[in-house]
């Protein structure tokens, strides 16, 4: 097995125990709930086939719906999360560049686009997950409150995580 199979499939298991054990049972008033198990999806490799991508975030999804009990939540906005991945990789990203920058982390892409790329995916898996949670139109303040609130939580662990973990590298 190659070295980034390895180290993706360590950091699918790591991600996955610190959300249902730790994370899940963090809510901050009811209105901020942090999802850090997307990291997996944002920082896999540039090189990863779609249908790859779609099938993992799929797998993770299912994962995290297993331990919440909801029948197919994350798992649908995982998905979307995987689908808005190639949007924004292939707008903001030129092609030429994967062989100098394989994976999306913070200290190969930049404080600048990591931020960037890291808010817009979380806000709009956060969006469609609490939506899909919520299902009504009636509570809309609340539920925004509730996306913004959860993907701020979300974004500030994603950037601590990436300086704890991830050695700084020269870009060229």
Partial sequence: MSKTIIVNLIRFIVLVFIQ???????????????????????????????????????ILGITIDAFYDTPGLHAAACVLLAFVRILFISITVQKDGFDNEPEPTLSIMGFRWFFTYAVILT??????????????????????????????????????????????????
Avoid: W
């Fill in 20 to 58: 249902v054990f730790l994370l899940k049972n963090i809510n901050l008033y009811g209105l901020s709930t942090p999802y850090l198990y997307i990291l997996f999806i944002l920082l896999l490799p540039f090189e990863v086939p779609n249908i790859l991508l779609f099938a993992l975030a799929f």
């Fill in 123 to 172: 806000l709009v898996h956060h969006f469609f997950l609490i939506n899909l949670e919520v299902f009504s139109l009636s509570q809309l303040e609340l539920t925004i409150s509730r996306v913004l609130l959860s993907s701020l939580f979300t974004v500030f662990l994603m950037l601590i995580s990436g300086l704890l973990f991830f050695k700084r590298k020269e870009r060229k």
